[in-house]
């Protein structure tokens, strides 16, 4: 999509982010993969080059990811699949993070489960405390949390080998559990004022 089409919602996004009374946050989607991911490396000159093993395998572990953009604090939850129940089951979670004279803002993609029919009682319930933003279609890189995937993807699955779908879950939990509470890593990755 052009950049100048994005314009007006990445004005939006920094007018949100300014305005004390809410807490924006953006929420996503992930799989990381059991395979890891090959990349380059530097290996020092005298040593010699690694073997690197690669598991042939498609398991994956799936989770949400809400990122506040004021102070970086991220909130997570594995889930065995995505649709709109375990989707509505994350934002009960997160309702819970919101602080009390606040209202939430979440910058969300157009999956399908974000619109669907079974949220719509929740939402209604709790219309004063939260409220849906949903990205331009095909626009991943105006939502903040992508940010967050990628470092994990490069700080615990980049030429790594995982023997059991348990050890990927492991490390990535170990690295999420450094972001739980707000943080400047959180803040910096993903501020947008």
């Known amino acids: ?42 290996v020092p000159p005298e040593d010699t080059d690694p073997t690197l093993l690669h598991a042939p395998t498609r398991k994956s572990v799936a989770l949400f990811g809400a990122v506040n953009l004021r102070n970086g604090r991220l ?3 594995f889930s065995s699949r995505f649709d709109a129940m375990t989707f509505k089951r994350f934002l009960q979670k997160l309702l819970k993070f919101r602080p009390a004279d606040r209202r939430l803002v979440l910058i969300l993609d157009n999956a399908r489960y974000h619109h669907a029919s ?10 004063r405390l939260v409220t849906l933003s ?37 490390a990535v939990i170990k690295q999420l559990d450094l972001w739980k509470r707000p943080n400047s890593t959180m803040k910096q990755l993903c501020g947008i004022t």
């Not at 919602?9 to 924006?24: M, N, T, V, W």
Request: hydrophobic content about 35%; aromatic content about 10%.
């Open 1 to 42: 999509m052009p950049i100048r089409r994005l314009k007006p919602y990445i004005k939006k996004l920094r007018r949100l982010g300014h305005d004390e009374k809410l807490d924006l946050w953006s929420v996503d989607e992930c799989h990381f993969q059991q395979h890891g991911s090959r990349c380059v490396m530097w």
């Open 75 to 77: 909130i997570t939850q």
């Open 118 to 127: 079974l949220l719509q009682p929740l939402l209604r319930e709790k219309r």
């Open 134 to 170: 949903f990205l331009p279609p095909y626009s991943p890189e105006l939502n903040p949390v992508e940010r967050v995937w990628k470092l994990t993807r490069r700080l615990c699955t980049h030429n790594q080998y995982f023997p059991q779908l348990q050890d990927l879950t492991d």
